[in-house]
């Protein structure tokens, strides 16, 4: 369960000396590489005064040896909806094509372009989803296509209508090729892809499973589909493994994927798996790795390729077949974008980051490469981020202590701590410009970033320490970085806040049933009952990996880590906001909190966003929590 719209922004008065930016920090959205190394697509947009992303996004082509760009323009009205995605480049890298959004409904359509921004071409219509573009082999353009589809793709986003008959069956994401001017679909009508990749003998390999897509990505496996139909190839050993990413080797001999225990579609971690692409056993090539891959590809010379967090180090690493690896290169800053190269030129395209370096596209091979884009060229980040690492009970544990550069002398700082969602995510480096994070250091308020065990970065082990054990161990780890963090910083050990979307939502609310230690709390998309929570979700599937059976098998055991059990021993004033269509922390679980501690005179307040699902993205909604956010701490903390 993350929750990404936690990243609030407005632009307010600053009281203290982080002040906001003077121009919005300009956000890639989507990034690919042309097949030959030569250019970049990327469709990037300015964050809004707000901090939320706009609906009106440019799609820009620039050479990667810095011969010069051009704007695509796109076929939308003036001032309307205007969203490009999924970036496809054709193989010999001399057109790109691309979905646009529909400024109503979640139908879209395919354009196809020239590399020099001309001759733009219509391609479909369709009454639906696209996403993950790609051309196979024989030239045609392979998609991932819901038909009809009520939502967009993925449990984050706004729920469907929730009147009306609920028993017919699920709208499925398929894997589709375009032939003509019609998607001819390869994959089953019964199997909903999460994620493909093609074979070199026009077959595809993807991760699936039947049913309700929002739900069942938790049990799902790899197939391989070929013209015979859908052939499982690997199931999951456990619960504990859900597998992603899965790519297949430049042989077409195997399948390498990630697997290990995910909270989250699009969250990923675990370990580096490859198995025969005829199926067969999958074998384990990083096991106990003190880290977490969370994206994987194939060099140019076949060899395997891996990113993955490693503490407070992001690390990209070649995977050797006995399972030594090999590092090419490391960071304390955050990376995303493809991990395989160009080919032969060894070239790939990054996004990089950090708490004080604002994005920008990178271009070159691993470790040797050279900004290709400055548009965020002299941002600042006036403050100071360091990393704190402690141990508590078994674990070395590791996360982020931020606090602002030109805090007066001798000042004892108010700390916030921030609790990440998942649990299986972890916080990494990432620029903070317009957010709710520099509003509050601009108040003067330190923050604590802690990775307690359930996170990636140490390892599946670390990973799964709180099967079974939610709130326990994890606030144990949180509470000893409090400490370490005060012992590094001048902080107000009496003026401390705590905060938190989706589980870390559900930390918060357990956090002040546990201790009074904390003066002040907010809340977004939280649990509060696990219990009642079962039965309201949409993906109640994640939850097995983690209690180890169903509500109604083992009750006991969703009792013992609901904050709802030990209401009674809440003193600390907490606000709380959820959107009314989340369907991963849905809305009622909120309410439940807020209206026990109205009823126990605990001072609270509770907003419900209309039209939101998990996470904010309207820019008043957003511009809204975060205005009340930063009134609730300075009413309690200072």
Known sequence: MRLSGLILAATLACASGVQAQERPVHSFLDV????????????????????????????????????????????????????????????????????????????????????????????????????????????????????????????????????????????????????????????????????YDEAPDGSFVG???????????????????????????????????????????????????????????????????????????????????????????????????????????????????????????????????????????GVTAQVHQSFTAPPEIEVGTIGAWKDLTHVNRGLTAPFIARSLAWRNGPFQVQGWLLTPADAPAG???????????????????????????????????????????????QGEAFTRANVRDFGYGDLSDIMTGIDTAIAAAPIDPTRLGVMGGSYGGYMTMWTVTQTHRFKAAMAAAGISNWLSYYGQNGIDQWMIPYFGKSVYDDPTIYTRSAPITFIKNVSTPTLEWVGAQDIECPYPQTQEFWHALRDLSVPTEMIIYPGEGHGLRAPAHVADAERRTLEWFDRYLK
């Open 32 to 195: 690919s590489l042309a097949p030959d190394g030569a250019r970049v697509a990327m469709v990037g947009a300015d964050m809004t005064p707000s901090g939320a992303l706009p609906s009106i996004r440019r799609l820009v082509i620039k050479r990667t040896d810095g011969g010069g760009e051009v704007a695509v323009t796109l076929p939308c009205a003036p001032n309307a909806d205007c969203q490009p995605g999924a970036l496809a480049w054709t193989r010999d890298g001399k057109q790109l094509a691309f979905t646009l959004r529909a400024a109503q409904g979640h139908g879209r359509t395919i354009w196809r372009v020239n590399a020099d921004g001309a001759g733009l071409q219509h391609l479909l219509d369709f009454d639906g989803t696209l996403n993950d573009l790609r051309y196979d082999a024989r030239g045609r353009l392979a998609v991932l296509a819901v038909a009809g589809a009520v939502k967009e793709v993925g449990a984050t986003q706004a729920g469907g209508p929730i009147t009306g008959e609920r028993s017919g069956p699920p709208l499925e994401q398929r894997i589709a090729v375009l032939e003509g001017d019609r998607l001819e679909f390869v994959s089953p009508p019964d199997l909903f892809v999460y994620e």
């Open 207 to 345: 991760t699936a499973a039947p049913g309700d897509g929002d739900n069942n990505w938790w049990t799902a496996k790899l197939y391989r589909f070929t013209t015979a139909g859908a052939q499982t190839i690997h199931s999951p050993a456990s619960p504990q493994e859900q597998i992603a990413n899965p790519r297949v080797s430049p042989d077409g001999r195997t399948v390498a994927f990630i697997g290990g225990l995910m909270s989250d579609f699009g969250s990923t971690g675990g370990d580096v798996f490859d198995l025969p692409i005829g199926g067969g056993l999958a074998r384990n090539l990083t096991q106990d790795m003190a880290a977490s891959a969370t994206a994987i590809g194939f060099g140019c010379d076949g060899a395997l390729l891996a990113r993955r967090l490693a503490g407070d180090e992001v690390q990209i690493v070649r995977i050797h077949m006995d399972g030594r690896a090999q590092v090419l290169w490391r960071g304390q800053e955050s990376v995303s974008g493809g991990v395989a190269p160009a080919c032969p030129s």
């Open 411 to 457: 000042a004892k700082l108010p700390l916030i701590t921030d609790i990440h969602g998942g649990p299986a995510a972890a916080s990494t480096p990432r620029f903070i410009g317009a957010g709710l994070d520099r509003t509050l250091l601009a108040h003067g308020y330190a923050l604590f970033l802690p990775n307690p065990r359930g996170s990636f970065g």
